[in-house]
């Protein structure tokens, strides 16, 4: 066993399956949606950051989620462009490891965001009379700083725990990019302490954090049906709709592939492949554009930014 496990010094990533033929063609668009994810993020960023009017708690954790969703794109970024555009298909197996370990942290942190969003939303429509008082800068600074603690150290044994896994059997992973449960399954070893560890992580992120979001809604939507006019409760469900479109974006693929890893035996190779991507690809992508088409000051700092430029 341990010579095996010496002799693993890397894995082989593999592509969208039955379209190994025009992986070069399917570059084209994963190029555009990364370029896009990299540009839109960093474009809010420098919004928020140069406008003084979106100084505000909502567009600081907006701000938090485009740094989470550039560092989910550029996670993914190094192993999956080159193996769609060159065919590089080997990944040495610390490389591997570091990569999931960033990828999952990035996607924790994702989670967290959205619930301290939803926290945010609960706040300004529920008492926004105490808004500033209670989402203050310095607790804004802690629960940023709380949102990385958490995710990094829950992520942290997860590495180590395969590393020490033997690994004896084909070492094709089923994705373009490392994630901790396809890692896993080449082990051939006994995995079912990593499974549960896996399982219990997402269950205490993924799983909690869409729980409270739920509920956190629940007592939104509790206040603004108490609200007589309805012209202001559709301005309170308004400031949400961005948010919720995140969160279903969000949440759904991963619960799905994550079941499918440990229980779906029998299931599609295609149908895990497009969940992943759906989850890790497409929020760092339709996020920023989300956000900026739903949000009045965002959009128009940018549609004043695109007319200046037009002017020179």
Avoid at 12 to 30: D, K, N, Q, R, Y
Avoid at 86 to 111: K, N, P, W, Y
Avoid at 168 to 191: E, F, G, I, W
Avoid at 296 to 308: A, H, T, W
């Amino acid at each position: 066993m341990s010579d095996s496990n010496h002799t693993c010094t890397s894995f082989f990533l593999a592509g969208f399956p039955g379209l190994e033929a025009v992986h070069a063609w399917l570059s084209i668009p994963l190029c555009a949606m990364y370029v896009t994810s990299l540009a839109g993020n960093s474009l809010i960023l420098w919004v928020v950051r140069t406008e003084p009017s979106l100084h505000q708690p909502m567009y600081y954790f907006l701000s938090v989620l485009a740094v989470t969703d550039l560092g989910l794109s550029v996670s993914t970024l190094p192993t999956m462009l080159p193996l769609y555009m060159l065919g590089f298909r080997r990944v040495a197996v610390d490389v591997c490891l570091a990569q999931l370990f960033f990828i999952h942290t990035f996607s924790f942190m994702e989670s967290s965001v959205l619930l301290t969003m939803a926290f945010d939303r609960f706040v300004a429509i529920s008492n926004p009379l105490r808004y500033g008082t209670i989402l203050t800068s310095p607790r804004i600074t802690s629960l940023a700083l709380a949102i990385v603690v958490r995710s990094a150290s829950l992520l942290i044994p997860a590495p180590i725990m395969l590393k020490k896994l033997p690994y004896c059997r084909n070492h094709q992973l089923s994705h373009s990019y490392c994630l901790h449960p396809d890692v896993m399954k080449l082990a051939c070893a006994d995995t079912r302490v990593n499974s549960a560890y896996g399982l219990l992580v997402v269950l205490s992120t993924l799983g909690v954090d869409s729980v409270l979001i739920v509920l956190s809604y629940g007592l939104i939507l509790q206040t603004v049906l108490s609200i007589a006019s309805k012209a202001e409760r559709l301005k309170a469900l308004n400031t949400c709709v961005s948010h919720i479109c995140a969160v279903l974006l969000f949440y759904i693929p991963p619960i799905g592939l994550s079941m499918i890893h440990r229980f779906g035996k029998r299931a599609s190779p295609c149908t895990l492949v497009l969940l992943s991507y759906l989850h890790y690809l497409t929020p760092p992508v339709i996020n920023p554009i989300v956000y900026t088409v739903k949000t009045k000051q965002i959009r128009i700092k940018m549609l004043r930014l695109f007319q200046g430029r037009n002017r020179l």
